[in-house]
């Protein structure tokens, strides 16, 4: 049975402003040949989103950058909230266990 084993380390990296969190979202495991989608997402707008897929992926369509925003009334009460996120679909260039490397943002 082939499969790659990929072992993600916790990126969550604090953002300094306005005390944002910039989380990621990949596979634990995936089979041989298997795309792989990797999505950074911060609560809150970013700027000068860098991240770097290292020597172990080859980067096959991305960085694709989204938005979303909501606005909810309820009792009279309104909250907001607005989340933005970069999507890179990568492909291993060999079999074994990695890591995805850690994404920096303002």
Known sequence: MKRVFFILTSLIASI?????????SAPNVVSLD???RVVFTAD???SDFS???GSDFD???GP????SSSTQIINGKRTSSHTESYTYLLQAKSTGK???QSATAK
């Open 64 to 67: 694709q950058r989204g938005s």
């Open 44 to 46: 809150g707008s970013i």
């Open 16 to 24: 300094s402003l306005y005390a944002q969190s910039l989380t990621v």
């Open 34 to 36: 298997e795309t792989i």
């Open 98 to 100: 990695f890591t995805i």
């Open 51 to 53: 991240w770097d897929a």
């Open 59 to 61: 980067i096959v369509w």
